[in-house]
């Protein structure tokens, strides 16, 4: 109701769209009060309010605010809304932290909530979360209230201490406060710090990640470079691996990945895996689940006319036009053989790749330029004998643009507290 009142005086000034959501879980029998009185008080101030009904799994607090967030993640997108405000104040994080503190979480769960956090929907682009009571005491909002003769609902189920948040607020908070007056603006003040000190770490791992040659980010050739990455200082291995791996990981997990060596495989959750090997870290998807690529493979090849050098095999390639006219590019197939430069016969592209000692990750995201079963330029890697040409061929020379595994392929990091 603060809020509400809050916001509707500034709307008027500053001349903005407001809109209201309530959210009913459905585990109340005084739940359809609460809405009604909701949406009458909206009504007085001419706010448009939505009503949403919610199924919860179960009976978590946690499972509720999924619910809820959903909800208004739905709410959001059907007004076009940028900004979501959030009533939670100066109690409400003194709590988090304790709870945070409690689980055992690092800087990330002791920062507990911020003023201003971004929330990435695919659907939306993102939504803006303003929690602009965040410093404010519940007891400020309450005198504030009575002294506008201003109603407001209480939710019975928080009188009891049947879940840990309600534990905290009527028997831990209360036993701090009364030797330590200003705890709560303390744990809120620390929770700011290890904000902006988690936002720095953030970053700089993120800088890490997006330095030339140390990550991959598509998937699913997704990887870490692991020498640099192990040299890391523990802090900011911890970020790096948590800004990489496709699925969130917690402190256990984060930290048995953060020990794997060269050779070993660990599952992670939802069915991705890590492979270590001496040059990279590889985050391989779920088996039988295909990963859609999020880069074009194969790239593409531009072809020029032949200017006397053979190029570096890795990009570019001499080639005659009569074997590239009669080529196509395409990833690696069983019974795919090539006879390498130089060698005196061909070998299967299995014992080519050993060879070229390329990750076994890697192997099918290889560019491939072939002549049915025949490999002519395994791109990145190297040609065949029948790529040779002499002075006065008629050739060509080829470039391939895309994307190569193993290469320096990082796109922008998000930097999404998760």
Known sequence: MALLQALHALSKEEEFFLSAAHVDHGLRESAGLDAEFVRDMCEGLSVPCRVYRVQVQGKSEDAARKARYEALREACLENGTVVLALAHHQRDQAETVLLHLFRGSGGGGLSAMAESSWRGWPESGGLLLWRPLL?????????????????????????????????????????VAARIPRAEEAMGRAAKILSEEEAYFRHEAKLFLER????????????????????????????????????????????????????EIMNLPEGWRAQCSKEYLHFLPPVGREIPPALPMPGTLI??????????????????????????????????????????????????????????PFRRYVPLLCMGEKVIWAIGAGASEEARVSPGDDAVLLTYEGFLPGAASCPPVQNNDR
């Not at 523990?234 to 990489?244: D, E, I, N, S």
């Not at 890795?314 to 590239?324: G, L, N, W």
């Not at 590019?329 to 592209?349: T, V």
């Open 303 to 360: 072809v020029q006319p032949w200017n006397g050098e053979t190029g570096d095999g890795i990009r570019t390639q001499a080639m005659k036009k009569s074997v590239y006219e009669n080529c196509r590019l395409r990833s690696w197939e069983p019974g795919d053989r090539i006879h390498p430069l130089g060698a005196k016969g061909s070998k299967s592209m299995q014992d080519y790749f050993v060879d070229k000692k390329l990750p076994r």
């Open 135 to 175: 410093s404010v005491s519940p007891e400020i909002i309450r005198a504030a209230l009575r002294e506008k003769g201003i109603p407001w609902r209480e939710d019975e189920t928080n009188a009891g201490d049947a879940y840990l948040r309600n534990y905290i607020r009527h028997q831990v908070l209360p036993a």
């Open 212 to 263: 030339e040659n140390n990550a991959c980010l598509y998937d699913p050739c997704r990887w870490v470079r692991y020498v640099p990455l192990a040299r890391l200082h523990p802090v900011l291995r911890r970020h790096a691996l948590r800004l990489a791996c496709p699925v969130t990981l917690d402190f256990e997990t984060t930290e048995r990945l953060s020990a794997l060596s060269p050779g």
